[in-house]
């Protein structure tokens, strides 16, 4: 995989990875991206087909076989991708019956896909049968969101509904509003399938106390749906601040309009008509 270091793709994520640090949402470890690559967009960089290891996963995804995907890797920092990207990512490709991958590139002092992979590739199968086009599934951990998860109730229609009116941008962002499982031991297969169940009509999943998974059809869709619940989630903590005592909010016949305008469809029976 000759120059693949200095491919777009590594770029990329090597440059959200960090803006995600930089936010604040991936102290130490936390957090794991996932970016699914084509054939062709591997292809330029294929000087060999060397294979450099064959990694176990713990999940079998029959259906991806022979798909890339380009990971961060388990117990590594978002703040050291910059830095370190041919150590901290790594590219995969699904191996014969789904219970192995190959290493193509990267990991190179050892290292393995994210605990989260199971559930990364969970997710991704289940939102390619929405969305042709998905091709990023990210987990992070944004303070705000948490924070809310802890005085909310974690009812989707209620906290999707919340974040709505906070800012106009929303209900445009995440019209299907956000899903949300129960809280759950993380890496487990458990809840790859919990999320993945949920990423059937959501796009991003709240893990109480924990964080959130978002997909896209880019880093930045996925990073740009983060980005905005988030800034819902702090809109109303800074209500809160503020004492709480809402005088005007958008009201649901506002959000109709503004999906009307804006060709989006809210999640059926979320808004009064
Ligand atoms: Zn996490």
Redesign the pocket.
């Known amino acids: 995989m000759n120059r693949f270091v200095d491919s777009l793709y590594v770029r990329e994520v090597a440059k959200i990875t960090d803006k995600l640090y930089q936010h604040g949402w991936d102290e130490r470890n ?3 991206v996932s970016y699914r690559l084509t054939k062709e967009e591997v292809k330029p960089y294929e000087d060999t087909c060397e294979v450099l290891r064959r990694i176990p996963i713990a999940c079998s995804e029959e259906q991806l076989v022979g798909t890339y995907f380009l990971v961060t890797g388990t117990g590594r920092y978002f703040r050291n991708i910059i830095d370190f990207p041919e150590r901290d990512l790594g590219l995969v490709r699904i191996a014969e019956n789904g219970k192995y991958v190959d290493l193509m590139w990267g990991f190179n002092d050892g290292g393995r896909p994210t605990s ?1 992979f199971p559930t990364h590739l969970m997710g991704h199968q289940t939102r390619l049968k929405q969305n042709k086009a998905q091709r990023v599934i990210m ?3 944004p303070t705000h969101l948490i924070a809310m998860t802890f005085t909310q109730p974690l009812d989707e229609k209620t906290f999707t509904k919340t974040l709505w009116k906070m800012q106009t941008e929303s209900l445009v962002v995440f019209p299907e509003g956000i899903g949300i499982i129960p809280w759950m031991v ?1 890496g487990t297969i458990a809840i790859g399938q919990a999320t993945a169940q949920k990423l059937e009509q959501f796009s991003s999943v709240i ?1 109480p106390q ?2 959130i998974f978002a997909s896209g059809s880019s880093i930045d869709e996925a990073f740009g749906l983060i980005e905005t619940i988030e800034k819902a989630a702090q809109i109303w903590t800074t209500v809160q601040t503020q004492g709480g005592n809402i005088k005007q909010t958008i009201t649901d016949r506002e959000l109709n309009d503004l999906a009307r305008a804006f060709g989006v469809t809210p999640h059926p029976g979320y808004l009064e008509v």
Do not use: D, K
């Open positions: 936390g957090g794991n989260e987990h992070c951990h993380p893990w924990h964080g």
